[in-house]
């Protein structure tokens, strides 16, 4: 009588749960990125318009959740590499005659040199007066925005700015969107978990042990603002071409903090959190926004009795109760399995 090892799918997918997170992670994320591909041919216009909008905050609030959690620096100016990279298209695009393409490229890059100046400067202090510095500095670029009128058209803002013709097409825009919106993704994710993104959390949790540990700390904290700046300008960027205008309001301190509330929102915990955060943000916007005028005193409420309930977030819910109900389904598949005996090789075998 030969023996035969019974393994079930639940135990299958416990152990990719549990021994291959990287992996898991990537395909998860590969499945998402191609259902999401899927909205425009299967929604309206307007329901896909909100996803491309949801893609773009989700990635500027995971290059602000890069300065959050991981290196443990709150910061209020992430509005200005945000908005550094959407002038950039609408300025070279009004004054000069640049392609498209290279100013989309140069957003970013702009952007980052930008946040080098800015985090050398604001970096010197720490904790709150690091906040009140890079707050500071999003109210002065808000105001250069205003004041240069003949060059930025101080508060009404770039209009009408002409995207390729490709992209003029509304599932080519969507699509080409979705696809930087992955990369950056996938960037920062990957940096997080580089030597590099872990001596930020080591100095997030403690400072002063990494110091001694031989860490410069202010090189490794300058480097995460930058790169945070460099994502920041790069979804500056795709609202460009999202929205086709830039304005000042996109400079301003309150733009900073949208980014912040989605962390929190879907929990800074996880990588995913502000992802989920500025799916939820985005959807009650545009839903309560619809009904009334009043609509951020309304999601305002919303948001704080999700916080006050759960202050883990969203995300990190969402992955408890999952976790949950995969267990109990495990316990209850053990307690049905009749019948079954070890072998000596600890696998659960029958008599075939």
Not at 107 to 117: N, R
Request: glycine share 10%.
């Amino acid at each position: 009588m030969s023996r035969v090892p019974v393994h079930s799918k639940l135990e299958f997918y416990r152990d990719v749960w549990y021994l291959r997170p990287q992996r898991r992670a990537l395909v998860a994320g590969a499945v998402v990125v191609l259902l999401t591909a899927c909205v425009p041919y299967v929604m309206s216009l307007n329901l896909t318009l909100i996803v491309e909008g949801i893609l773009v905050s989700a990635l500027f609030a995971l290059a602000t959740n890069l300065l959050v959690q991981f290196a443990g620096l709150i910061s209020f100016g992430q509005a200005v590499f945000y908005g550094i990279g959407a002038y950039t298209i609408g300025l070279f695009w009004q004054h000069t005659h640049v392609p498209f393409m290279l100013t989309f490229l140069l957003g970013p890059v702009i952007a980052a040199l930008v946040a080098f100046v800015v985090g050398a400067l604001s970096l010197r202090a720490r904790t709150f007066y690091f906040a009140l510095l890079t707050l500071g500095f999003s109210q002065l670029f808000y105001s250069l925005s205003i004041v240069f009128y003949p060059i930025t058209q101080g508060d009404t803002g770039i209009f009408g700015i002409s995207l390729p013709e490709f992209l003029q097409n509304p599932v080519v825009n969507y699509e080409f969107v979705l696809v930087v919106v992955a990369v950056g993704t996938f960037l920062l994710w990957y940096v997080v978990r580089t030597p590099f993104g872990l001596s930020l959390m080591a100095i997030r949790d403690n400072r002063m042990r990494a110091q001694q540990l031989g860490v410069n700390v202010f090189a490794h904290q300058l480097m995460a603002f930058v790169i945070s700046g460099l994502f920041c300008g790069l979804s500056g960027v795709l609202f460009i071409v999202y929205e086709q205008h830039a304005y000042p309001e996109i400079l301003n301190w309150q733009t900073s903090g949208t980014p912040v509330l989605m962390c929190v929102l879907g929990g800074m915990s996880s990588f995913v959190g502000p992802v989920v955060g500025a799916m939820i943000y985005q959807v009650l916007e545009a839903w309560i926004g619809s009904v009334t005028q009043h609509w951020q005193l309304i999601v305002g409420v919303i948001i704080l009795g999700i916080i006050l309930v759960y202050p883990g977030g969203v995300a990190r819910l969402v992955v408890q109760l999952a976790t949950w109900g995969f267990g109990k389904k495990e316990k209850a598949s053990n307690s049905q399995e009749g019948g079954e005996f070890h072998d000596g090789s600890g696998h659960r075998s029958v008599e075939s």
